[in-house]
Structure formats: C-alpha cells, structure tokens
C-alpha cells in the first residue's frame, strides 16, 4: 500500500478532523502518501483530491467539522458515478480508501471495494446508529451538548414551573436522547425504539408537579415527533404551561470531547493500519476497550436494539 485516500461524507459529525488527523500522519509514519478528497463522493467524482503531509492536518484535533467538507452524492449511487470516480483513483494512483461517515457512507465504501480498491469505513455520525460497535464518532460530544442545554433551559424551567419539550437529533435512533436524558435528569425520554405513551408523560409530569416538583425536561428524539405539536398535546391534557425547544445543528458543531478525540484518532490509525495489512470491506469500531474491524455488509446488517437497562434506568430515577 503506498498511496492511501482519505474522504469524509454524508453527515458531518465533531471528532471527524480528528479521524482525518490520524489516518493522514499514521499513513505517512507507516511510509504511506496521502491524498486527501474534498466534498465526500461528489468530490471524488469530480477530481477535487490534493496530497496531504503533516501540515495539511495541523491545529484541527479540536475542531468541529471536517476540513475536507462533506456532501451527499447523487451520482455516486449510479454505476457511471462510480466508474468515473475509480478513473479519478486511478489517476491519482489511490490504491486504498478511508471512508469517514455513518451508514450510506459505509454503503458507498462497499461499492468502491467492490470497484477494487479496498476501502475501510470509520464511523463518524453524532447518532450512534450503527448496532456493530458501541461508540460513533461525534455521538458523545453531541450528548454533552444536550446535555449542557438541559441545564440552561432547566434553569428557566424551575423559574417559571413550565414543561420543557427538548428535541434531539438520532434519526430513528434514540440514543443521544436515552444518554443525554440519563445526564440531564430528564423527567420522560421519548425515543423511537420505545414511541410516545402520551398518557404517561402526561401522568408522570402531573404527579412530578403534585410533589412539589417545579421543573420538568421532556427529552423528544427527533424520530418520533415534533416539539412544538407534543408541547401543546402535553399543555392541553394537563395544564401545564409548556415550551418547546429543538436542539437542531448545535449538535452537529463544536469543539469534540476529549473521548471523541481519542476515539477518532485511535479509529483513524486502525483504519491505515488494516489497509497495510491488505484488509478490505471493513468498518472500524468500538467494543469494550477494543478497536475492532468489521465486515462492512455484516456491520449493517446488525439490528440496533433498544438498552433496555439504561432506558429502565433512566425512568426509575426520574420518578
Ligand atoms: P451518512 O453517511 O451520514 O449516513 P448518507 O446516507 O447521506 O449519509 O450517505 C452519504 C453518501 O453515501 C450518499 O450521498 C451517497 O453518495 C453514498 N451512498 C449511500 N448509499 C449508497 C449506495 N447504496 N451505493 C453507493 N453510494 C451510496
């Protein structure tokens, strides 16, 4: 393996520079060139690729994004975008790929190993969406973001004795509102894998207020509904003022922890490191304490299921 691509795509997620980082200078320590392309597929595509050194990756660990930008390509899904994009590889001698990005990402990595260059997906998504490892890249920055908005609107909250609805990002995935729920002290978390019990929320809030309690936080994961329509189905049952707040991009930006730093730049190397060995069609994970590589069809196909303990959990606490 001499020349190495690295590429970021779909959803950008904190920690992805960190990722790049770490694929960049782990492939030039091992003797490998790097060529960085910009704007994900459509990028490749379109033959926006430039050499990358140690320079190139300089001063990011700590930023948010992705310095190589990302993009969702159209074309790319089509057998004539993909021929188009081996061409620009071949010109530019690439004869391994990182992918960073969550679950199309990965699928679009398959295809290009299926092109015959062998690709190695790195999971950068906040969602946490993907069932074959335990941690994403971004997932926990994104949680502490939500985290620390729970405690400003809790404030305001407790002020006032209203009902705060907060909508978070996941997609169909619960997870950022399950954790950061957990985190915050969040009265009732609505997620998809469990759906909304209206009834519930609604009792659970009316008994919190009967004890004296003065805030309340609803935690709503965006794949079940919106904020503002639960808000007044909660004000209209029971009374209580509510508000509504939904999280949006602040999720996706900001400086990455420093568990998503290491994460990034222990999966970024892992994925130089299986190319060198001559692995293809594999996506890097987490499970334990252990950086793991799997089949990228395999990874996909795994069911994410509900953690049922952190989620019972959650609702024995919040009591
Ligand atoms: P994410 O990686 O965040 O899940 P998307 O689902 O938008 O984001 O996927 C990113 C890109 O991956 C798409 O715009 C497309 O170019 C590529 N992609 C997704 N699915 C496929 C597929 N089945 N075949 C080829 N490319 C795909």
Redesign the pocket.
């Known amino acids: 393996m001499k020349t190495v691509g690295v590429l970021t795509?779909?959803?950008d997620s904190p920690g992805m520079n960190a990722a790049i980082r770490a694929v960049v200078r782990n492939a030039i320590a091992k003797g490998c060139r790097v060529i960085g392309v910009r704007r994900?597929?459509?990028g490749l595509i379109q033959g926006q690729l430039e050499e990358m050194n140690l320079s190139s990756v300089a001063d990011i660990i700590h930023r948010g994004g992705t310095i190589l930008r990302t993009?969702?390509?159209?074309?790319?899904?089509t057998e004539e975008g993909?021929k188009k994009a081996l061409n620009v590889m071949k010109v530019f001698g690439i004869e391994g790929m990182v992918v960073i990005?969550?679950?199309?990402?990965?699928?679009?990595a398959?295809?290009l190993s299926k092109l015959g260059i062998p690709t190695i997906g790195v999971p950068g998504?906040i969602d946490n969406d993907l069932a074959y490892t335990d941690y994403t890249i971004g997932f926990d920055t994104a949680m502490n973001t939500v985290v620390e908005a729970i405690s400003r609107i809790r404030d305001t909250s407790t002020s006032h004795g209203r009902a705060n609805i907060i909508e978070v990002m996941g997609r169909h995935c619960g997870d950022i509102a399950l954790h950061a729920g957990l985190a915050g002290g969040a009265e009732s978390i609505i997620i998809p894998e469990v759906g909304l019990d209206i009834e519930q929320v609604c009792r659970k809030l009316i008994k919190g207020k009967n004890r004296g309690k003065l805030h309340s936080i609803i935690l709503l994961a965006e794949g079940v509904g919106g904020a503002i329509e639960l808000g007044a189905t909660i004000e209209e049952m029971t009374g209580i003022e509510t508000r509504a707040t939904i999280l949006g991009h602040t999720q996706r930006g900001g400086s990455p922890t420093a568990f998503d730093r290491v994460l990034a730049s222990k999966m970024g190397a892992k994925a130089v490191d299986l190319l060198i060995e001559g692995k293809q069609s594999l996506v890097v994970g987490i499970k334990g304490n252990e950086i793991i590589g799997v089949d990228i069809e395999k990874a996909l196909s795994i069911e994410k299921k509900l953690d049922k303990e952190t989620y019972q959990l959650a609702d024995i606490l919040s009591m």
Do not use: I, K, L, V
């Open positions: 795509s779909g959803g994900g597929y459509d993009a969702r390509s159209e074309e790319f899904r993909r990005g969550g679950d199309g990402s990965f699928r679009g398959e295809e998504t």
